[in-house]
């Protein structure tokens, strides 16, 4: 005889259930969105300084010929006249009269001999003054030199800063790409783990649910006589946090970057090559730099120049040839515009054509 219906134990009590998801760890802070800039880009270098243009005209030298022709003269006229002298004395010992035709010959003869002596002196004064005015051209040639080597030293520099600038521009973005992409890695791994704990507890709550059920439906089952039948259970739907794809963001950002820091580069580097072009060739640039002397004249862009002391104003840059040569093509300002700018970089000639300082203009625009 049955004493009744057997006791189940109660699934609800004494079990310890899986704790879902925590949502808020997963998460690993801010990403960076930027990153530090290897310094600034160096766009002038140290002037190198002043062209020697002129080294003097050559009178400049004609007190030292002087003194050079006088010390000869000093040195040779008392000699002629004891010569001279001693020639009368000798025509008179041989019975040739004075003012006659033989005296005259013989006294003509001796001044020829003492022009050409005195030729001579002057002469040698001339040689001397000359080697002096060439010690002076060699000197303003190695001074040029000089300053040449200086430029291209300090332009050296300059560009060896902006390639190690770019460089640390490089590898501080490549290192801010790395930390994000670990962050992303890191919040995949938390995201896995979440919906993982989500998982274990719906599993077990299933179990927890049809443990509970069972006994209810067999004895609904027997009460009624009909067939025992498994319970159905519906699976909670799992959350899914969706991520941002960080990294395509951060890498066009830094594309964009490069390609702002280079189309700036290479419009810097046609106004400077330019610009630079005129110090090329100082003569003619400074000869034909009136817009008179020149055609086919376009602008292609501005710089900012400023005089020593002065405010800085903006001097517009051409393409051009000069009359007489078209197929040779030019690039750089007009005198007429520089003398706007800085009326000390421009001269004039008797016929009113404008001439540029070169070197004056270059460093205007440096300080620019």
């Not at 801010?30 to 270098?45: E, M």
């Not at 009136?290 to 393409?319: F, S």
Request: glycine fraction near 10%; charge should be negative.
């Amino acid at each position: 005889m049955a004493t009744g219906c057997p006791k189940w134990p109660d699934p609800l009590s004494g079990w310890q259930s899986p704790q879902a998801g925590n949502a808020s760890s997963v998460g690993v802070g801010p990403t960076r969105l930027s990153y530090a800039s290897g310094g600034p880009i160096q766009d002038q270098f140290g002037d190198a300084g002043q062209i020697q243009t002129t080294y003097g005209p050559a009178d400049n030298y004609s007190a030292d010929r002087q003194r050079v022709e006088d010390s000869l003269m000093a040195r040779m006229n008392p000699q002629l006249a004891i010569e001279e002298n001693k020639l009368q004395q000798q025509l008179a010992d041989q019975g040739i009269r004075y003012g006659s035709q033989a005296y005259s010959n013989a006294m003509l003869n001796y001044q020829q001999q003492a022009n050409d002596a005195r030729w001579g002196a002057i002469s040698q004064a001339g040689q001397e003054q000359q080697r002096m005015q060439q010690q002076a051209g060699a000197l303003a040639a190695f001074q040029n030199q000089a300053q040449q080597q200086q430029y291209e030293e300090n332009l050296g520099r300059g560009t060896f800063a902006n390639q190690a600038q770019a460089q640390a521009t490089q590898q501080n973005a490549a290192l801010a790409s790395f930390y994000n992409q670990g962050l992303l890695q890191q919040q995949q791994q938390q995201m896995n783990q979440f919906n993982a704990a989500n998982s274990a507890r719906n599993q077990y709550m299933q179990e927890q649910f049809a443990l509970r059920n069972q006994p209810i439906n067999e004895i609904t089952a027997l009460l009624g006589g009909s067939q025992v039948s498994m319970p159905n259970f519906i699976n909670a739907q799992t959350s899914q946090i969706p991520t941002t794809d960080m990294a395509s963001i951060l890498n066009n950002n830094f594309n964009q970057q490069m390609s702002v820091y280079n189309a700036q580069n290479t419009q810097y580097n046609n106004i400077l090559g330019g610009i630079l072009g005129l110090g090329g060739n100082v003569a003619k640039a400074a000869a034909l730099s009136d817009r008179r002397m020149k055609e086919n004249i376009t602008k292609i862009g501005t710089v900012l120049a400023a005089p020593e002391g002065g405010e800085g104003k903006e001097l517009p840059l051409y393409q051009y040839n000069y009359k007489g040569e078209p197929a040779q093509t030019h690039v750089g300002p007009m005198a007429q515009d520089v003398e706007q700018v800085d009326p000390d970089a421009v001269l004039k000639d008797r016929k009113g054509i404008r001439y540029i300082k070169p070197a004056q203009v270059m460093g205007d625009i440096l300080r620019g």
